[in-house]
């Protein structure tokens, strides 16, 4: 299970675009569960003016960036998190998501 937030920066309009990854086994009580709490965490990275930033000025940013940013945030990470063997191939492909990863989820998975 997945779930993603906006977060407010201390920037202008800037938000930081947050995503959790839930493990059932580890927890059933989550109904409607906050980016925050997730097992894993990560952010999502935007293309901006040819720079990688994690951190978007809305009134900077097009419709382009924030899909390509959001895309490359779902299909390379929360899509393949999906089951146990994609998210232990997640976790080897970016190292590190393992500072963001509690330490249930990490002895869940044999990490």
Known sequence: ????????????NAYFLNAGIFIKALDHSFALPRDVDGHIR??????????????INLDDASKEVMTAGLGELVTGILNPSLTLKGLKEVLADHPVLLYQTTLAAKKHLGL
């Open 1 to 12: 299970m997945c779930s993603i937030g906006f977060q407010k920066s201390n920037f202008m």
């Open 42 to 55: 990560c952010r999502s990275k935007f293309m901006v003016h040819d720079t990688e930033t994690d951190c």
